[in-house]
């Protein structure tokens, strides 16, 4: 009985999934990523960034030669419909992996937890989305308990503290453009994420490359080891899920 726009609308069920699917990925990712670069000392978040977005573009390049899925092939038209995503794209990697080399992970996802309100302010500015005042105070109280706790923090890492608010400005930037480039009708949600990681690729290997991030990975003396291999690919395919959740 719903008309076709009602009918196409998520419903609580799959907005459920949807958020649960996230936070999983979002768990994972950071327990697999802190293992690599506190537990085996990985000496090269930036190369891990750089691994996550070619695997990306393999797994989006592959499923569209296998009409799996659709986005529209490159025109230069692209790069100004995707401006400035590529740069926040590449911003929230970098820095959320140098923070979690940084933290301890209690304190980085206590600190992770600003991204809320970041997000709420940018969605009311940019998307101009209205939110309950019962919303509003959840998200601030959420706020308050990351402020209770980062104030008990002994071990106190300036650095840390700069990439991780870094990384929430950038992941909250990058979440509301991101739902604001995936018109259907222009690149959809497949097109957003494999011309972002295609556009920021190379300029990531060359800051890895001038910065020494490259030869510090190619030197890492962990190669031979699979459980590192293994732990390095599954951070490559959960940084791709994270993005497509």
């Given amino acids: 009985d719903l008309d076709p726009a009602s009918a196409r609308l998520p419903s609580r069920l799959a907005k459920l999934l949807s958020a649960l699917f996230y936070g999983t990925c979002s768990f994972l990712i950071v327990l697999v990523n802190k293992a690599l670069l506190t537990t085996y000392r990985f000496p090269s978040p930036i190369f891990l960034g750089i691994g996550q977005m070619a695997v990306t573009i ?10 799996l899925i659709h986005f529209p092939d490159f025109d230069k038209k692209i790069p100004v419909k995707l401006f400035p995503l590529p740069l926040l794209y590449v911003g929230n990697h970098i820095s959320g992996l140098s923070s979690t080399s940084k933290l301890s992970l209690p ?83 497949y097109g957003v994420l494999f011309y972002n990681a295609c556009f920021m690729i190379i300029p990531t290997l060359i800051i890895s490359v001038s910065t020494g991030d490259l030869q510090q990975a190619t030197e890492f003396n962990e190669w031979e080891n699979v459980l590192f291999i293994i732990q390095f690919l599954l951070s490559c395919f959960l940084g791709f899920l994270l993005m497509y959740s």
């Fill in 58 to 67: 393999m797994i989006l390049y592959v499923s569209k030669l296998n009409k």
């Fill in 107 to 189: 304190m980085f996802t206590v600190l992770r937890k600003f991204t809320i309100p970041l997000t709420l302010l940018l969605e009311t500015i940019i998307l101009g989305k209205q939110y309950s005042l019962s919303i509003i105070v959840s998200v601030f109280t959420i706020v308050l308990g990351a402020f209770i706790a980062a104030g008990s923090d002994l071990a106190f890492n300036l650095e840390g503290y700069i990439f991780v608010f870094l990384n929430d400005i950038f992941t909250a930037a990058n979440g509301v453009y991101t739902k604001q480039k995936m018109d259907p009708k222009e690149l959809g949600k």
